[in-house]
């Protein structure tokens, strides 16, 4: 076992909260028993002092955790490259590769973005989740932005719960998409398969933006953007919605034998057709806002570019 320490402000916006529900949000990659746990054996201080899991926050609090933890759960830096759009002392925004995962977790425990990210600035350490605060699939592509230092990592967790942050997505999905809409339904752990996500009515609230873009044949380019940001939001909310990602493997559908003649295309895309290719934030030490684009990745570009020709061929 090894200790790991670490430091994190409690964003204003969270002001009311439980101790244990503020941290809950701030590393959804632990489970709230495990942070009960260690806020009751004391591996938690708020301010340099004790808290009761039931103790309420009010933003600004300094919290420090000091928990063991085994040498697999240990971020350790390799040599992986980076799409770095941008970089300064407070943030730096990547523009991630489908197939990278991006931090280590069940049969991924090494070899993701959170190892090459402590390579890039081994500074990183000292921040949680080597200041990653929002996430990826690892099938997605585009856009992440990383914290560089405490007070960045707060105003970021901030902005994301406050809905500041803008990140819009391109996704095709199979289906003709008549217009653009928005789905507002509960997102949570599926009932059945905990592995999955579900619209559920005890879930939490998930809001997605959608609008065309184009429409190809069996599939429909859809503008998406998020409101919330929930695991695997797009791709749940989507497949409710009967306009499923195409390349999707889980919440994805399996065309039948008389559909795949003449569209392999989109039959045999490895992976779902889902790019994170627009990101906005409020600079957090310049107070102002920041835009990133990154264009769609080429085997995407290709998948489309086959769409078009066969669309053509068939007109």
């Known amino acids: ?3 790991f320490e670490f430091s994190v402000i ?3 916006s ?3 909260l439980r101790l244990d529900n503020a941290l809950s949000n701030m590393f959804p990659e632990y489970s709230r028993n495990r942070l009960q746990k260690w806020i009751r054996n004391g591996s938690v201080t708020v301010d340099g002092k004790s808290f009761r899991t039931r103790d309420i926050v009010f933003g600004g609090e300094l919290v420090r955790l000091r928990i063991e933890m085994t040498d697999e759960c240990q971020l350790k830096a390799e040599a992986i490259e980076l799409d770095v759009i941008f970089e300064d002392r407070a943030i730096l925004v990547v523009n991630k590769p489908a197939g990278l995962v991006v931090h280590p977790g069940a049969g991924n425990p090494s070899g993701t973005l959170a190892n090459a990210l402590l390579y890039h600035d081994p500074e990183l350490a000292t921040i949680p989740r080597a200041g990653i605060v929002h996430r990826l699939d690892k099938d997605t592509s585009g856009l ?6 405490l007070q960045s990592h707060s105003s970021l967790v901030e902005q994301l719960q406050q809905r500041i942050m803008r990140r819009n997505y391109v996704a095709l999905v199979y289906g003709k998409v ?5 789905v507002n339904e509960p997102i949570g752990r599926h009932p059945v398969d905990r592995k999955k996500m579900a619209v559920i009515d005890s879930g939490k609230k998930a809001v997605t933006h ?21 695991t695997h939001q ?11 990602v195409v390349g999707d493997q889980v919440y994805g559908k399996r065309l039948k034998p008389t559909e795949r003649t003449g569209h392999q295309l989109i039959t045999s895309f490895p992976r779902q057709a889902l790019h994170a290719s627009y990101l906005e934030i409020l600079h957090p030490d310049k107070a102002k806002k920041y835009q990133w684009s990154a264009p769609l990745p080429s085997d995407f570009r290709q998948l489309l570019d086959s769409l078009d020709q066969h669309d053509h061929a068939d007109g």
């Open 14 to 16: 969270f002001r009311g």
């Open 144 to 149: 992440l932005v990383v914290a560089k230092h």
């Open 178 to 182: 008549v217009s653009g809409g928005t």
């Open 210 to 230: 959608f609008r065309v873009r184009k429409r190809y044949g069996l599939c429909t380019l859809l503008d998406v953007q998020l409101e919330t940001g929930r």
């Open 10 to 12: 409690i964003p204003a």
């Open 234 to 244: 797009i791709r749940v909310h989507m497949a409710h919605s009967k306009y499923p």
């Open 1 to 3: 076992m090894k200790i």
